[in-house]
């Protein structure tokens, strides 16, 4: 590294290195506390750690945001500060007043996540003062906290859930850190989503103003995988696997009735990352709905064209549906939209149902009998334990999140990039949502197992359907456009569902 600079504008602290490579640097306890003592990482005398080879991290360490490059710009552009322990670390082990907190919805591996944190505190650096924080964000100042230690999370990674309770809403920033200075801890370790990673740098911002010594972890988590940056969010491979037992079951089902259709509904708010890798890896799907590509039921390159075709080939099919899928032609149907959770989130409309009831009216209509059998396993899914792999990831991101805390790293998100784990500024993390790209070879793929229909004339049928729908009834006010850049869908802000944004979001790194 060369030269250091502050991007006074946007506060992202940017290091610039050799041939063009830039350190996406996190926040440091000695931004605001320059004189801070440091002391030798007590992992040089750990029994088990101390035959690992180079089990420090070098200070320079960085992992490539993008590691697929060119001849001409090898090693150019974004890099995050690799993860790992350091020589040199920032707390003493009696100094450590540690908590833990869980936010937003449940999600496979949390308390994998809480009890490596707590186990991992207490057998590498010795920290004997660990605090769970009860219900979220709000259990900082409305809870009492509650001692966590070794034998009290000895066996909670094998149950769902969170055994410090989770919710939305009341994340009142102030409160949160009086409440964290008051009681005295200098180690907070934050799990959650998107909006709790919005969380994790609005209270590290307010313990850099007060001006104290406080690390400020955040451990991302959502079963959805709409995380952007990190390679996958933890949960999401058990989601995926127990995926696989509703569509068996929606599968048996529809084969074994006359004109079967079996139809899953899957977790998944703004983006199709559980159905599309469900139906990918179960190979009886038909048609997967995913929110990033809108579909339309009439018509050719219809839903239901599609559905009558597949029957009279095959006899039976099995539709996946992501529960943020057709929201925006649900909405024209009601002529509403759903309102919003405790923590801004959009309430869905329950597509599965709507679903259900526009094959059952279309079919009833054509004089038809279709043996529909619906399967919602959306809870189901989300609170089972973690699987093998999932708690292998969980146990990695706790303890890179605690080498990172005790290394004065603070106002940081933890995860894998590229396969290496990495501290990442929050603001990679909340400024964009990641989304399945529609034009990635993943979804290509999935298009071709499928055999489904595309849906790319969306625009188009929707656009003549308005119109027709104008000319039969006299306008109040006009239609809501829908714009069209080049043949790609593009967002509509009025009801907040992001259309065709694959095209234009976080990219996948799948080959
Ligand atoms: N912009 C924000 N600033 C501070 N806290 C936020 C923000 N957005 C959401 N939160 C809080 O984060 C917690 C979890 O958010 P939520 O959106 O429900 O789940 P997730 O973090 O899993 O996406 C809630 O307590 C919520 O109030
Ligand atoms: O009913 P709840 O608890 O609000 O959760 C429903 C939502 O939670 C999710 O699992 C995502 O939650 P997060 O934003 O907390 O990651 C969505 O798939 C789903 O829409
Ligand atoms: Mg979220």
């Known amino acids: 590294m060369d030269s250091a600079s502050s991007n006074p504008s946007s506060d992202v602290k940017l290091v610039n290195g050799a041939n063009g490579a830039v350190l996406e640097d996190v926040p440091h306890v000695t931004d605001w506390l320059p004189d801070l003592p440091t002391y030798a990482n007590p992992l040089k005398h750990n029994p088990a750690y101390v035959a ?144 709790t990673q919005k969380g994790v740098n609005a209270i590290y911002e307010e313990i850099r103003k007060r001006g104290v010594k406080v690390a400020v972890a955040g451990i991302p988590k959502t079963i959805d995988n709409d995380i952007a940056v990190i390679d996958k ?26 004109n079967g259709v079996g139809l899953v509904k899957l977790m998944g708010r703004y983006t199709g990352y559980i159905a599309m890798y469900a139906t990918l890896a179960s190979r009886d799907v038909d048609c997967c709905l995913i929110p990033e590509v809108p579909f339309y039921l009439e018509g050719k390159g219809g839903l239901y064209s599609f559905v009558e075709k597949r029957l009279r080939e095959n006899g039976h099919l099995v539709l996946v549906v992501a529960e943020g899928a057709g929201q925006e032609l649900m909405a024209q149907s009601f002529k509403e939209t759903g309102g919003l959770d405790a923590s801004g989130n959009k309430l869905l409309m329950d597509v599965g149902q709507w679903l259900c009831s526009k094959l059952k009216d279309h079919f009833t209509e054509k004089k038809e009998i279709i043996n529909l059998k619906y399967i919602d396993p959306t809870y189901m899914i989300r609170a089972i334990r973690s699987n093998a792999s999932d708690n292998v990831y969980c146990t990695l991101l706790a303890h890179s999140a605690i080498h990172g805390a005790m290394a004065g790293y603070t106002g940081f998100t933890v995860g894998p990039v590229n396969n290496r784990h990495a501290y990442i500024p929050i603001h990679r993390v909340t400024e964009k949502q990641r989304h399945v790209n529609i034009t990635d070879r993943m979804w290509a793929r999935l298009l071709s197992s499928t055999n489904q229909p595309d849906f790319l004339k969306y625009d188009k049928v929707m656009d003549a359907k308005r119109k027709k729908e104008a000319a039969s009834t006299p306008a109040e006010s006009p239609p809501a456009s829908i714009g069209t850049v080049g043949g790609e869908h593009t967002a509509t802000p009025e009801n907040g569902i992001p259309r065709g944004v694959g095209l234009s979001g976080v990219t996948e790194n799948l080959g």
């Open 52 to 195: 690992v080879k180079q089990y420090f991290v070098d200070e320079d360490a960085m992992v490539a945001k993008d590691i697929v490059v060119t001849l001409k710009t090898p090693g150019e552009g974004i890099h995050f500060r690799r993860a790992g322990p350091r020589e040199q670390i920032y707390f003493k082990a009696d100094e450590v007043r540690a908590c833990i907190v869980t936010c937003g919805g449940l999600c496979p591996g949390l308390n994998t996540v809480i009890r490596e944190i707590v186990c991992g505190l207490w057998t590498q650096y010795g920290v004997r003062d660990i605090l769970g924080i009860e219900a979220g964000y709000k259990g900082f100042y409305s809870r009492n906290t509650r001692p966590l230690n070794p034998k009290v999370v000895n066996d909670i990674h094998k149950r769902g859930g969170t055994i410090l309770g989770t919710s939305r809403g009341g994340s009142d920033i102030n409160k949160i850190v009086s409440s964290i200075v008051d009681r005295g801890i200098n180690q907070v370790y934050i799990i959650g989503g998107d909006g």
């Open 233 to 258: 969010s933890f949960g999401f491979d058990s989601a995926v696997e127990e995926a696989q037992r509703a569509i068996d079951a929606a599968h048996t089902e529809a084969e074994s009735a006359e």
